[in-house]
């Protein structure tokens, strides 16, 4: 069964930085695009970022351009989620979550097939 694993969270003052992974263990992650989400106690789940198979990034969040960043390491089959000046606003549970085959980026959690356990980011002085 396909898994994937984030990791990276952590406690951070505010703007501090933090490097989110994404990996898929038993799974290629070379063909599929991967989304970052986030969610807040009491919030909606909310589309970070997303990348394609063939690296093409699309930004949901206006609250995150040109703070965060998407990639993807092909070689190590992971997706990164790099966040830099994070604000206590960006205090979530972060997960990454995959699109079937062929399927493209889009901010509808529903449409991802396949979620990590989350990783736990919290800013705070």
């Known amino acids: 069964q396909l898994q994937l694993v984030e990791s990276g969270g952590g406690l951070v003052q505010p703007g501090g930085s933090l490097r989110l992974s994404c990996v898929a263990p038993r799974f290629t992650l070379d063909y599929y695009a991967i989304g970052w989400f986030r969610q807040a106690p009491g919030k909606e789940r909310e589309g970070v970022s997303c990348i394609s198979s063939s690296g093409d990034i699309i930004n949901f969040a206006d609250s995150v351009k040109g703070r965060f960043t998407i990639s993807r390491d092909n070689a190590k089959n992971t997706v990164y989620l790099q966040m830099n000046s994070l604000k206590p606003e960006d205090t979530a549970m972060y997960y990454c979550?995959?699109?079937?085959?062929?399927?493209?980026?889009?901010?509808?959690?529903?449409?991802?097939?396949?979620w990590g356990q989350g990783t736990q980011v919290t800013v705070s002085s």
């Open positions: 979550a995959l699109l079937g085959y062929g399927r493209r980026c889009g901010v509808d959690p529903i449409a991802y097939d396949y």
